[in-house]
């Protein structure tokens, strides 16, 4: 059913989608896991990210730095969503929500349109290709979204060990330790969903270059899909520390990205891509919930918020 | 700084609850009180008293109403918010999970402590230098915690965690350190062993503190100065020679004289000689 060259490009296809989606993973993880924030801008911020760097792009500005907007862009959008909780006090769930809708039109007001190709721009993949041994396509997005990723990945574990990112790691933990340590907690959660956004909206302005065009739907799910990336990455490899952490998100990225392109190879209809990942968080949800049910432990109520 | 010299003052604090429902309390009534360098306050008093609200008026969770004022050093600290007035201020709460976090290490909830109240930079967050600072600082425990720095704060027990908390609290070494019940909820021996720490830490580092503690014989035998509250106000102060020969009976009598009413709080009275009080919630 499928030939070695067929898994090989499928592997090779998988790790390129799980760097450049692993952006968004981490920014998941960032927000969810770190922050204990439940941030649901994403699926804005990922088209904002991708909306930037198109009309940069078309206008002519260098895609390194239209990347680089993009990423900008994302930040502002997170500032946006935890302004909203830490001086409104508006739930998390329901502040990225209201910045989500409002990105909507945000970003079909940046792209004048619902949707923009980018076939013939300049793009970093289109420069990549450029280098010698790059030529081929997969290799070339490959390597570029490998270069990227490493960058990230350093500056991200470098940044979460020094003595803001432990206060930052700490406001997910115990808020009220870290208030009390002399950190205000509301200048930890914003740049956490700030920088977190800016993973997404990179994420978003990354794959848009790779795949030629920006839809101004593209991020509908990308929230659950960076969940259960995470969810997958914890799973399997069930990480301690914070490099390894990060690895891990980058890895549930990979295999979640194998999986659905295996399930597409053997004929699973486009369509139900998103049914199917609701239906894996789900489970991954439920599962430890279940299994403490079936032992008869003590259960607190499912939150509200 | 002279020994006799105000730490803290407390100026017409008052703290209501629900103020203007059916559920209104008030929890601290005008209160002034002068905190002097080197005090180690035992604070009693029946459940609502106001004690807790005290410490938490002092650490700048919420403000005082009506104009009350705070001052550290002759400072007007009103207007500071918690997290600006944690210079000043080291915190062990009645549970151990308020005080660390779990999810971090040993060292990261350490290194959180150590810059209490400073600015916090790029720099990494721990390094040899400070690992050498923690393993000192957790060696007087006796409790082996300084072999495992890099052991998760969630796998240790209550017991342990409040140890690591006291350190924690005092690691900066603040002004004023703030002890709410923070033996409460420890089995005997943990809490005798937290509590001889607490002593040694306070009497060592010359630090200022204020033990809240629904335990009349704790109250009489720690500390150098023992205050009792009622209704949010303070009905009893007294300094350490008066302390020394007072029975628990006398501390009845004293409240009842100073409130007018007589005392009926099971938890102090029914289990005099047993360290471990119950909850302030």
Same mark, same amino acid.
């Given at each position: 059913m499928l030939e070695?060259?067929?898994?090989?490009?499928?592997?090779?296809? !998988? #790790?390129?989608?799980?760097?450049?989606?692993?952006?968004?993973?981490?920014?998941?993880?960032?927000?969810?896991?770190?922050?204990?924030?439940?941030? /649901?801008?994403?699926?804005?911020?990922?088209?904002l990210g991708a909306a930037v760097v198109?009309?940069?792009?078309?206008?002519?500005?260098?895609?390194?730095?239209?990347?680089?907007? #993009?990423?900008?862009?994302? /930040?502002? #959008?997170?500032?946006?969503? !935890?302004?909203?909780?830490?001086?409104l006090r508006i739930p998390a769930l329901l502040a990225s929500i209201l910045v989500m809708v409002a990105l909507y039109s945000i970003n079909l007001r940046i792209m004048g349109r619902p949707n923009l190709p980018l076939l013939r721009e300049v793009t970093i993949f289109s420069l990549a290709s450029q280098l010698p041994g790059l030529e081929t396509r997969l290799v070339y997005q490959l390597v570029g979204a490998a270069v990227l990723a490493v960058i990230v990945f350093l500056i991200l574990n470098w940044f979460l060990r020094t003595e803001i990112g432990l206060a930052l790691r700490a406001t997910g933990d115990n808020e009220q330790m870290v208030r009390g340590a002399g950190v205000d907690t509301d200048k930890t959660t914003i740049l956490g969903v700030s920088t977190a956004n800016?993973?997404?909206?990179? !994420?978003?302005?990354?794959?848009?270059?790779?795949?030629?065009?920006?839809?101004?739907?593209?991020?509908?799910?990308?929230?659950?899909?960076?969940l259960a990336a995470v969810i997958i990455g914890e799973a /399997?490899?069930?990480?301690?520390?914070?490099?390894?952490?990060?690895?891990?998100?980058?890895?549930?990225?990979?295999?979640?990205?194998?999986?659905?392109?295996?399930?597409?190879?053997?004929g699973m209809a486009p369509g139900d891509l998103k049914l199917i990942t609701a239906a894996l968080v789900i489970i991954a949800l439920a599962v430890p919930y279940l299994q403490k049910k079936i032992r008869r432990e003590w259960l607190p109520p499912a939150p509200r918020w | 700084?002279?020994?006799?010299?105000?730490?803290?003052?407390? @100026?017409? =604090?008052?703290?209501?609850?629900?103020?203007?429902?059916?559920?209104?309390?008030?929890?601290?009534?005008?209160?002034?009180?002068? =905190?002097?360098?080197?005090? +180690? =306050?035992?604070? =009693?008093?029946?459940?609502?008293?106001?004690?807790?609200?005290?410490?938490?008026?002092?650490?700048?969770? +919420?403000?005082?109403?009506?104009?009350?004022?705070?001052?550290?050093?002759?400072?007007?600290?009103?207007?500071?918010?918690?997290?600006?007035?944690?210079?000043?201020?080291?915190?062990?709460?009645?549970?151990?999970?308020?005080?660390?976090?779990?999810?971090?290490?040993?060292e990261e909830n350490m290194a959180m402590a150590l810059l209490r109240g400073q600015p916090r930079g790029l720099r990494a967050a721990s390094n040899k230098q400070r690992r050498d600072l923690f393993h000192?600082?957790?060696?007087?425990?006796?409790?082996?915690?300084?072999?495992?720095?890099?052991?998760?704060?969630?796998?240790?027990?209550?017991?342990?965690?409040?140890?690591?908390?006291?350190?924690m609290a005092t690691l900066s070494k603040p002004a004023i350190l703030l002890l709410d019940e923070h033996i409460a909820t420890l089995d005997p021996r943990t809490a005798q062993i937290v509590l001889d720490l607490t002593d040694m830490v306070v009497t @060592?580092?010359? &630090?200022?503190? %204020? &033990?809240?503690?629904?335990?009349?014989?704790?109250? %009489?035998?720690?500390?150098?100065?023992?205050?009792? &509250?009622?209704k949010g106000r303070i009905v009893v102060d007294m300094n350490q020679q008066r302390k020394a020969d007072l029975t628990i009976h006398d501390l009845v009598v004293a409240f009842e004289r100073a409130s007018g009413e007589e005392f009926v709080d099971d938890n102090v009275l029914l289990r005099p000689g047993n360290v471990v009080g119950t909850s302030d919630l």
């Open positions: 070695p060259t067929v898994v090989g490009h499928l592997l090779g296809f !998988s #790790a390129y989608e799980g760097l450049v989606y692993g952006f968004l993973a981490l920014g998941v993880y960032l927000t969810f896991r770190v922050l204990a924030f439940p941030d /649901l801008t994403v699926d804005g911020s990922f088209v198109a009309v940069l792009i078309i206008d002519g500005v260098n895609p390194f730095l239209a990347t680089l907007a #993009a990423l900008g862009a994302g /930040l502002c #959008a997170g500032l946006v969503t !935890s302004l909203l909780n830490t001086k800016g993973l997404v909206a990179l !994420s978003g302005g990354v794959v848009a270059q790779a795949q030629g065009f920006v839809d101004v739907n593209m991020g509908i799910g990308m929230i659950i899909m960076g /399997l490899f069930r990480p301690k520390g914070v490099a390894r952490l990060l690895l891990a998100v980058l890895a549930g990225t990979f295999v979640y990205r194998l999986v659905i392109s295996v399930a597409l190879r053997l | 700084m002279s020994e006799n010299k105000n730490l803290l003052k407390l @100026r017409r =604090i008052s703290k209501v609850f629900s103020k203007g429902t059916v559920d209104q309390v008030r929890a601290l009534d005008k209160i002034n009180l002068d =905190i002097n360098s080197g005090d +180690y =306050i035992a604070v =009693i008093g029946s459940n609502g008293a106001g004690k807790t609200t005290l410490l938490n008026v002092i650490a700048g969770v +919420y403000p005082p109403e009506n104009g009350g004022k705070i001052f550290v050093n002759d400072r007007d600290v009103t207007g500071l918010s918690e997290y600006r007035r944690a210079h000043y201020v080291g915190r062990v709460y009645q549970d151990p999970h308020v005080g660390t976090a779990a999810k971090m290490t040993i000192g600082a957790l060696v007087p425990l006796g409790l082996g915690l300084e072999n495992r720095l890099a052991a998760l704060v969630g796998t240790l027990s209550g017991g342990q965690r409040q140890a690591l908390a006291l350190v @060592r580092e010359k &630090m200022t503190a %204020l &033990m809240v503690t629904h335990n009349m014989e704790l109250a %009489l035998r720690h500390g150098n100065r023992l205050i009792m &509250m009622h």
